[in-house]
Each structure stands twice: as C-alpha cells, then as structure tokens.
C-alpha cells in the first residue's frame, strides 16, 4: 500500500521570487544542521537537461543521521547509516527521490509544482482519477502551524516578522486569502515500509518528519528574505557553492588529507542560469546512467526505491 498525501504551503512571494529563496533556504539550512559526522553531505551538483522538461539541475547528497533517529530505529541500523537523495530541479517541476540501500523497502518519492495561487488548484499535479481518490490533501500553514519547540526561533516566527526590504508581513490569521503576492508549493508525497513488525511505527515517523521538515523550511524561506532578496540566480548559486564545502567539511569532522583538501571529494559545482551556457561553452544534456541518472520516470505510483526532499 502506498501511503500518498499532497501538501499545499503557501508562501507572500512569487513563484519566481521563491526559486531563489528556495536555493538559499537548502543551502543555509544544510549547513547549520550539519555537524561532525552528521548532516548532509553534497556529492554532486551540475546542469541537466529533459526532454519534456528543459534545462534543469541536478544534485545528489548524502544525510548522514544516524544519532539523530529515534533509538528504537538506531537499534538495528549500521552506525554509517545515510540516506541518498536524488533531486532533479526544472524549476517550476521537480522530481526528488530518496534511497537506503540498508532498507530496500523503504521508499519516497515527491514530485512538487509551484504556482501563483493560494493552494485553490485541485489537481495541479495531474494525478490519475485513482490516486485523486487516495491521496491526503493537507494544506500547510507557515505562521499558524507549530514547529517542534526545539525548532522555534522568535526571529523565524512569521506572526511577527516584517520583511525591512519587502515591507511583507507580519501574517496574521487568514493571510492566504488577503496577502499579495501569493504563491502554492504542492507536493505529492507517497511512502512505503514494508518490513514487517515496523511498518505502522514507521510510516508515522516519516509522515511526521515530513511534515516538520516542509514547515520548518518553508518557514526559514520567508523569514530569511531580507538575506536573499535581490539575489540573481548566479548569486545563489555562488553562496550554493559556498555553503556545499563548508558543509562537506563539517559532515567530515574538518580531516584533509596531504594537499589540505577535506576527505569527501565534492565534484566541481556547474553553476549554471537557465537559458545561459556553463563554463565549457554548452550546456549538457542530463548525463548517461553510469555517471548521473537520467529523468526518473515518475508514474502516479512510484516504481523507485526513495525517502524526503526540501526543495
């Protein structure tokens, strides 16, 4: 049985305006969450093209979180336990996958559209009659919905912040309905855990942590604008970069080996704007298998192993 909601958080930005912050928010939020040996380490990040899709990004990390799960999971999990996300951004569609090969089982896959609306789109995602029956749809609200008290800040508290470079907030109560501009992240979510004896438990931490993550972030984006606003794509990219070694560092405890470099090797970031040539004078299609997987085939039921996604 695959368990599938969609979630609709609506965010006071454009679609446009939240590409930006999104990238800003993943970068950031990356690196202060992780730590010696925990967090997300980025394996690869370069352009990549569809068919259907265009130009996009795609980026591979590594969330290593062994001590961060609940004992009753860490009890029988390898102590360098990671997960694996696989992300393809064509901006405004993207397709995230996560993979635990300790747990071929385990499974989720997101796919997320962006659009100019409060959330009033009943099938923005195209889905089949069968899995508009299935599907949970649960709308997401970034100032009245709570966060995990150990995830409170006052200064990310969206009731209260006012945007000095936009002059956009504070939100009050029913902010979807009177505040402009307005845009709708809707993400369909569907999970599988199908180990016996686990499944039930499970299913509800994920749910649950997906839930937490997609606030908590959604929030950081809006809360952080003033950090970001008027940022070019070419900028964000840059402060991606950035982010990504300081984070790899973190993720591996700051050893280097004889040249000063950190023990995990990131690949050269291509940062590349859409409809702009990267350094070498083109822009490639999405590479072969063996180095980057292509597009995935994303059919209303997912036929990918997968686990959950920022973006």
Known sequence: MVLTKEYRICMPLTVEEYQ?????????HSHEQSDN????EVVENIACEDPEHGKGQYTEKRIHLSSRLPYWIQSFIPKLFYVTEKAWNYYPFTITEYTCSFVPKFSISIKTKYENNNGSTEN???????????????????????????????????????????GRG???????DTTTPIMCSYKMVQVTF????????AEDLIQRSIRE?????????????DDWYGMALE????????????TNTKVSGGKTDAAGDSDIKSPEIIAVAEGESVSSGHTPTTPAASITPTTPNTP????????FSWS
Request: proline share 4%.
């Open 194 to 201: 199908e180990v016996w004896g686990l499944q039930t438990k």
């Open 170 to 176: 504070p939100l009050c109560e029913g902010w979807q």
């Open 124 to 166: 923005c995602l195209n889905l089949d009659p069968e899995l508009l029956i299935e599907r949970q749809v649960e709308q997401l609200d970034i100032a009245y919905d709570e966060v995990n008290p150990k995830h409170y800040k006052e200064e990310e508290d969206v009731r209260y912040f006012k945007s000095e470079k936009t």
């Open 37 to 40: 040996g925990e967090g997300v």
């Open 20 to 28: 930006i912050g999104q990238l800003y928010m993943i970068a950031r």
């Open 213 to 225: 993550i997609l606030l908590l972030g959604h929030r950081q984006a809006f809360a952080w604008i």
């Open 235 to 246: 900028d964000v990219r840059a402060y991606e970069q950035q982010m990504q070694h300081e």
């Open 300 to 307: 209303n039921t997912p036929k990918t192993k997968s686990w």
